[in-house]
């Protein structure tokens, strides 16, 4: 089983990304061959200082090496290291009927954020289709606001294998539901975009102010607390810390113990889950020729796949 799956470096991780996409990844890493990419390609659509973009890249790759992924076990690599996807896209737009990307709620979703329309936004789910069948994967964990991408990569799959024979694997998605969408400190899904995050490898100050002002209803100190489901903090405690989490919903429940002592336990818990990777990031930091070198060997093992696989399509279609 080929696993597949992509960050885009569009600024810094936070545990939305962790929880969400990277731990889930991770896992999956285990049970079959993985491939994983920093999504640059896609970070174009935003991100237009190629500076930031470096450096974004350069962070992606700390994070995600200190969070534990394997660079024996798993092929890592940049997106735009693999050229010949952006030659895929190509050729799977052409099959692409326009109102299948039209019906894409991501793109109306960004659009309503304030985003600036492009064409890069619009065709994003034909870029990611062939980020997925490029490399032949059979699996593709993805967050809950993903599935329609996975599924328009189905359909595209399936109408090139209809018209030019049998090329492409159809991957199925991979969705852990219970943190397939996580809250960020306004309520809404953590996101760079809305300023909501708590960064995974965030200074210790900033991270705490982040934490203590995550947004809570008005009930005194002393009253029973009510509607606890809806406490974003509780919310995102019982990720990191099941445990904890029940213990603090009991607490809250019974009266005399307020959002604040809650807050607290929540910065307590999310920096001591993430001390051993803050420690191996920093070991990283110290030999970034060694980190540039396991995204070259990446880069060389994920070449071989997707050039297999383009020797097929262009076959296939009368390219050569």
Known sequence: MRILSGIQPSGRLHIGNYFGMMRPALDLAQKGEACYFIADYHALTSVRDPAELRQNVLDVALDFLACGLDPAKTIFYRQSDVPQVTELAWILACLTPLPMLENCVSYKDKIAQGLTPNTGLFTYPVLQ?????????????????????????RDIAAAFNRHYGDTFTIPDASIRETVAVMPGTDGRKMSKSYGNTVEIFGDEKPTKKKIMGILTDSQPV??????????????????????????????????????????????????????????????????????????????????????????????ATGLK
Not at 129 to 149: E, T
Not at 295 to 300: E, K, P, T, V
């Open 222 to 315: 002393e009253a029973p607390k009510q509607d606890l489901d809806k406490n974003i903090a509780l919310q995102l405690l019982r990720v990191i810390a099941p445990d904890k989490a029940a213990d603090q919903q009991t607490k809250l429940a019974a009266g005399g113990h307020g959002y604040g002592e809650l807050k607290k336990e929540l910065f307590a818990t999310l920096m001591d889950y993430f001390a051993p990777m803050r420690a191996k990031r920093a070991e990283l930091v110290k030999n970034l020729d060694h980190v540039e070198q396991i995204l070259r060997d990446g880069a060389a093992r994920a070449n071989a796949i997707a050039n297999a696989t383009m020797q097929k399509v262009r076959a």
């Open 129 to 153: 289709a062939a980020d997925i069948l490029i490399v032949q994967s059979n699996l593709v964990p993805v967050g809950k606001d993903q599935k329609q991408h996975i599924e328009v990569t």
